[in-house]
């Protein structure tokens, strides 16, 4: 079996596990072997199973199974997919703590193999940055956060209310906070 036959046999197999990935895929940079040798023409040539595959290099194996199913030799090999998409970009320079509204979003084609973490989904809000990001760079999942509906040192009212008393006290917040989440406050009183 030549190179360009194990390269066809290689795309057929990974090709259906690349559907459920959303971007525009493409193998490239096949490391394979020149030639496998068969013993006989019964001899079945595939890939060991694959469960999920994702953008970048690739590695696998090519097994040559006997009639019986028993496997017969095991060759490795890998190539690169690469995963085209639009993610969101910055169209302005982005700092710490800057409020994200649309007009800083924007829409870039970028490699899913070469992005260091998830892309921003955009969803929910309103957003803030938690670090900053350059122009036309990838906005990352890691790098917003909600806006808080309370902020570090501000004061606030502690209220503990049973049927039968009701306690208010000042305090200080410690950390940002949305609503529904614990934060650590400290007692004025």
């Given at each position: 079996?030549?190179?360009?036959?194990?390269?066809?046999?290689?795309?057929?197999?990974?090709?259906?596990?690349?559907?459920?990935?959303?971007?525009?895929?493409?193998?490239?940079?096949?490391?394979?072997?020149?030639?496998?040798?068969?013993?006989?023409?019964?001899?079945?040539?595939?890939?060991?199973?694959?469960?999920?595959?994702?953008?970048g290099r690739l590695?696998?194996?090519?097994?040559?199974?006997?009639?019986?199913?028993?496997?017969?030799?095991?060759?490795?090999?890998?190539?690169?997919?690469d995963a085209w998409?639009?993610?969101?970009?910055?169209?302005?320079?982005?700092?710490?703590?800057?409020?994200?509204?649309?007009?800083?979003?924007?829409?870039?084609?970028?490699?899913?193999?070469?992005?260091?973490?998830?892309?921003?989904?955009?969803?929910?809000?309103?957003?803030?940055?938690?670090?900053?990001?350059?122009?036309?760079?990838?906005?990352?999942?890691?790098?917003?956060?909600?806006?808080?509906?309370?902020?570090?040192?501000?004061?606030?009212?502690?209220?503990?209310?049973?049927?039968?008393?009701?306690?208010?006290?000042?305090?200080?917040?410690?950390?940002?906070?949305?609503?529904?989440?614990?934060?650590?406050?400290?007692?004025?009183?």
């Amino acid at each position: 079996m030549h190179e360009p036959a194990i390269q066809a046999l290689v795309v057929k197999e990974l090709t259906p596990l690349v559907a459920g990935i959303e971007a525009d895929t493409q193998f490239t940079d096949f490391r394979l072997p020149s030639y496998i040798f068969l013993k006989h023409p019964g001899q079945i040539v595939g890939l060991e199973p694959q469960k999920k595959i994702a953008p970048g290099r690739l590695n696998f194996r090519i097994i040559v199974k006997e009639v019986d199913g028993s496997v017969a030799q095991r060759i490795a090999g890998s190539l690169f997919m690469d995963a085209w998409k639009e993610v969101p970009s910055a169209t302005v320079a982005l700092n710490k703590g800057d409020v994200l509204e649309a007009a800083h979003v924007g829409r870039a084609k970028m490699n899913l193999a070469h992005l260091r973490g998830t892309p921003w989904d955009g969803r929910g809000g309103p957003w803030r940055m938690v670090r900053g990001v350059g122009v036309q760079q990838v906005i990352y999942q890691n790098d917003v956060a909600h806006i808080p509906t309370m902020s570090k040192c501000s004061i606030i009212s502690l209220m503990n209310k049973t049927k039968t008393v009701r306690l208010q006290v000042q305090a200080e917040a410690l950390a940002d906070g949305v609503v529904g989440e614990n934060i650590k406050v400290k007692n004025l009183q």
